[in-house]
């Protein structure tokens, strides 16, 4: 079983809806991260937690909101989804202990289409 | 501001050798990452330099000086299993914020 896991996998909507991309990890990190991938542009962050009370907006937040509902979840929102916002979208979480170096450990992605 | 830049694209012979250049200006510097990814898979860590010099796994090697903002990827003895997208990333504040690159996509031909 995947360490770091993320559903849906896929996921059709259209412009206008609500969506709601969770992820659950069992590798008892404290920092988790979501990030969204376009061809040609590499990974944005979107927003990360370093704890179950820390919320921080990453570098295009715009348009979408998280919760971080225990330390092993943390979940994306699209409160109107947009076309713009088609993209395969990574949930990631690392380890704030003695050892860490920063690296990221990726779940399988979802990928999200709006119409 | 975070800039990461890298080649969108290079084409390989199997069993040659690819080498992939990365250039970064970040606010801070907390290590260099290389991550592989094939095509609609989660990226995989291949190699971490926080200080100058090379680092070698196996077929990899890669490379940091934080003087000159660069790093490379090597990849020797090229396989086909080797197409990917490699993707650049810096640790550039004590926060664990990885920055990445757009990703450099590389095709092995026979």
């Known amino acids: 079983d995947a360490d770091v896991t993320q559903t849906p996998r896929n996921r059709i909507t259209k412009t206008g809806k609500r969506i709601m991309l969770e992820c659950s990890q069992t590798k008892g990190h404290d920092r988790m991260y979501w990030y969204r991938q376009d061809p040609g542009l590499g990974l944005r962050l979107i927003y990360y937690s370093f704890d179950v009370k820390d919320i921080n907006k990453g570098e295009i937040s715009d348009g979408y909101s998280v919760s971080r509902q225990a330390q092993a979840k943390f979940s994306l929102s699209l409160e109107s989804a947009i076309p713009n916002q088609t993209a395969l979208y990574f949930c990631?979480?690392?380890?704030?202990?003695?050892?860490?170096?920063?690296?990221?450990?990726f779940g399988e992605g979802s990928r999200l289409t709006v119409l | 501001g975070q800039n990461i830049d890298q080649p969108t694209e290079m084409t390989a012979t199997e069993g040659a050798i690819v080498q992939i250049n990365c250039t970064y200006q970040?606010?801070?510097?907390?290590?260099l990452f290389w991550y592989q990814q094939h095509a609609g898979e989660a990226p995989t860590f291949l190699s971490y330099n926080v200080l100058d010099g090379l680092e070698e796994k196996g077929r990899f090697s890669s490379f940091l000086s934080r003087s000159k903002g660069y790093s490379y990827l090597l990849l020797k003895e090229l396989q086909m299993k080797d197409s990917a997208s490699y993707l650049c990333a810096v640790n550039g504040a004590a926060g664990n914020k990885l920055t990445f690159g757009g990703g450099t996509r590389v095709l092995v031909k026979p």
């Open positions: 970040t606010s801070g510097f907390n290590g």
């Open positions: 990631a979480t690392s380890d704030s202990g003695r050892a860490n170096t920063g690296e990221l450990f």
